[in-house]
Protein backbone atom coordinates (compact mmCIF):
# COMPACT_ATOMS: atom_id res chain seq x y z
CA UNK A 1 0.00 0.00 0.00
CA UNK A 2 1.57 3.38 -0.76
CA UNK A 3 1.86 5.89 1.87
CA UNK A 4 -0.78 8.47 0.07
CA UNK A 5 -3.30 5.15 0.64
CA UNK A 6 -2.46 4.77 3.96
CA UNK A 7 -2.12 8.44 4.83
CA UNK A 8 -6.01 8.63 3.66
CA UNK A 9 -7.01 5.24 5.25
CA UNK A 10 -5.42 6.69 8.67
CA UNK A 11 -7.37 10.21 8.13
CA UNK A 12 -10.90 8.08 7.16
CA UNK A 13 -10.34 5.87 10.50
CA UNK A 14 -9.85 9.30 12.70
CA UNK A 15 -12.71 10.62 11.18
CA UNK A 16 -15.28 7.43 11.71
CA UNK A 17 -14.19 7.35 15.18
CA UNK A 18 -14.69 11.36 15.40
CA UNK A 19 -17.88 11.10 14.46
CA UNK A 20 -19.42 7.85 16.56
CA UNK A 21 -17.63 9.53 19.79
CA UNK A 22 -19.71 12.71 18.60
CA UNK A 23 -23.09 11.02 18.46
CA UNK A 24 -22.35 9.03 21.27
CA UNK A 25 -24.81 10.70 24.04
CA UNK A 26 -23.82 12.48 26.90
CA UNK A 27 -23.43 10.89 30.52
CA UNK A 28 -26.38 12.28 32.70
CA UNK A 29 -25.15 13.94 36.55
CA UNK A 30 -27.18 12.18 39.02
CA UNK A 31 -28.60 14.46 40.73
CA UNK A 32 -30.74 12.30 42.82
CA UNK A 33 -30.33 13.34 47.03
CA UNK A 34 -30.25 16.18 49.20
CA UNK A 35 -28.95 19.64 48.22
CA UNK A 36 -28.09 22.33 50.91
CA UNK A 37 -28.42 25.71 48.33
CA UNK A 38 -27.32 29.20 49.39
CA UNK A 39 -29.17 31.84 47.18
CA UNK A 40 -27.19 35.37 47.14
CA UNK A 41 -30.03 37.83 47.25
CA UNK A 42 -30.08 41.70 45.92
CA UNK A 43 -29.43 43.04 49.38
CA UNK A 44 -26.00 41.47 49.40
CA UNK A 45 -27.89 38.11 52.30
CA UNK A 46 -28.19 34.84 51.26
CA UNK A 47 -31.30 32.16 51.67
CA UNK A 48 -30.65 29.05 52.50
CA UNK A 49 -32.87 26.17 51.42
CA UNK A 50 -32.45 22.77 50.67
CA UNK A 51 -33.09 21.24 47.75
CA UNK A 52 -34.39 17.11 47.79
CA UNK A 53 -34.72 15.77 44.22
CA UNK A 54 -35.23 12.36 42.68
CA UNK A 55 -34.11 11.86 39.29
CA UNK A 56 -34.94 8.96 36.41
CA UNK A 57 -33.39 9.17 33.22
CA UNK A 58 -33.46 13.16 32.10
CA UNK A 59 -36.28 13.77 34.15
CA UNK A 60 -35.70 15.61 37.81
CA UNK A 61 -38.65 16.07 40.49
CA UNK A 62 -38.22 16.77 44.03
CA UNK A 63 -39.01 19.85 46.75
CA UNK A 64 -37.37 22.78 47.44
CA UNK A 65 -37.63 24.28 51.62
CA UNK A 66 -36.89 27.47 52.61
CA UNK A 67 -37.74 29.84 55.34
CA UNK A 68 -40.72 31.33 52.01
CA UNK A 69 -41.98 28.08 52.33
CA UNK A 70 -42.42 24.63 50.86
CA UNK A 71 -42.66 23.92 46.69
CA UNK A 72 -42.63 21.40 44.57
CA UNK A 73 -39.92 21.48 41.53
CA UNK A 74 -39.57 19.57 38.39
CA UNK A 75 -36.72 20.03 35.76
CA UNK A 76 -34.97 17.97 33.00
CA UNK A 77 -30.88 17.33 32.97
CA UNK A 78 -28.78 17.76 29.89
CA UNK A 79 -25.12 16.43 30.40
CA UNK A 80 -24.04 18.32 33.80
CA UNK A 81 -26.90 20.73 33.47
CA UNK A 82 -30.03 21.21 35.02
CA UNK A 83 -32.79 23.17 34.38
CA UNK A 84 -35.85 23.41 36.87
CA UNK A 85 -38.74 25.33 37.99
CA UNK A 86 -40.47 26.10 40.89
CA UNK A 87 -43.53 28.82 42.53
CA UNK A 88 -43.51 29.90 46.39
CA UNK A 89 -46.78 31.22 47.59
CA UNK A 90 -45.77 35.04 48.89
CA UNK A 91 -49.09 35.81 50.38
CA UNK A 92 -51.58 34.47 47.85
CA UNK A 93 -49.34 35.79 44.93
CA UNK A 94 -47.63 32.90 43.16
CA UNK A 95 -43.71 33.66 42.40
CA UNK A 96 -42.77 32.10 39.48
CA UNK A 97 -38.19 31.19 39.96
CA UNK A 98 -36.53 29.10 36.89
CA UNK A 99 -33.58 28.07 37.55
CA UNK A 100 -30.37 26.73 35.70
CA UNK A 101 -26.97 24.83 36.94
CA UNK A 102 -24.14 23.31 36.50
CA UNK A 103 -22.05 20.28 38.01
CA UNK A 104 -18.72 21.02 39.20
CA UNK A 105 -18.17 18.00 40.26
CA UNK A 106 -20.44 15.01 41.39
CA UNK A 107 -21.57 17.00 44.94
CA UNK A 108 -21.10 20.91 43.65
CA UNK A 109 -23.19 22.78 41.19
CA UNK A 110 -23.97 26.34 40.83
CA UNK A 111 -25.83 28.52 38.65
CA UNK A 112 -28.35 31.08 38.29
CA UNK A 113 -32.12 31.57 39.57
CA UNK A 114 -34.54 33.99 37.83
CA UNK A 115 -36.91 35.18 39.77
CA UNK A 116 -40.13 36.51 37.96
CA UNK A 117 -39.96 40.45 38.47
CA UNK A 118 -36.83 40.40 41.15
CA UNK A 119 -34.16 39.78 38.56
CA UNK A 120 -31.38 36.83 38.37
CA UNK A 121 -30.20 35.71 41.58
CA UNK A 122 -26.75 33.34 41.84
CA UNK A 123 -26.89 30.15 44.07
CA UNK A 124 -24.51 27.37 44.75
CA UNK A 125 -25.14 24.16 45.74
CA UNK A 126 -23.54 21.23 48.02
CA UNK A 127 -24.93 17.82 48.34
CA UNK A 128 -25.62 16.18 51.48
CA UNK A 129 -23.68 13.11 52.32
Avoid: C, H, Y
Avoid at 40 to 52: N, R
Amino acid sequence: MSFSRRLLASFSLVAVVASVAAAAPRILADLTGKWNVTVATPDGGTQPSVMTLTQKGDSITGTLESQLGSAPMAGVVQGDTVKFAFQLDMGGQQLVINGVGAMKDKDNMNGALDVAGMGTMPFTAVRQP
